[in-house]
């Protein structure tokens, strides 16, 4: 896994999971090989994935759609690159 973000979903978890089942069989699956979505209660939520393409990534997070989303159901989030510890 190579990204990961924290964050918060006013709409809730179910409404995200939705979201990314939809997303990751459509164009987020042209660039993410495996995902996991973890609920931590209170609409907290974490997320990690290996995403082999992070144009595409970002074309996809910026796309006026999805920042809408992203508004629409209150998700607040921040989104960081990961590197294996090698030792």
């Keep these: 896994m190579n990204v990961f973000m924290h964050g918060k979903v006013e709409a809730g978890f179910e409404a ?9 069989a459509g164009p987020a699956g042209e660039f993410c090989s495996e995902y996991r979505l ?4 209170d609409g907290e939520v974490m997320f990690c ?3 082999t393409n992070f144009e595409k990534m970002g074309a996809f997070m910026s796309n006026p ?6 508004k629409d159901n209150g998700a ?3 989104v960081y690159t990961l590197e294996e510890m090698q030792g």
């Design 38 to 41: 973890a609920d931590l209660g």
């Design 16 to 24: 995200l999971k939705a979201k990314m089942a939809t997303d990751m």
């Design 65 to 70: 759609a999805e920042v809408q989303w992203d």
């Design 49 to 51: 994935a290996n995403v």
């Design 76 to 78: 607040v989030y921040k």
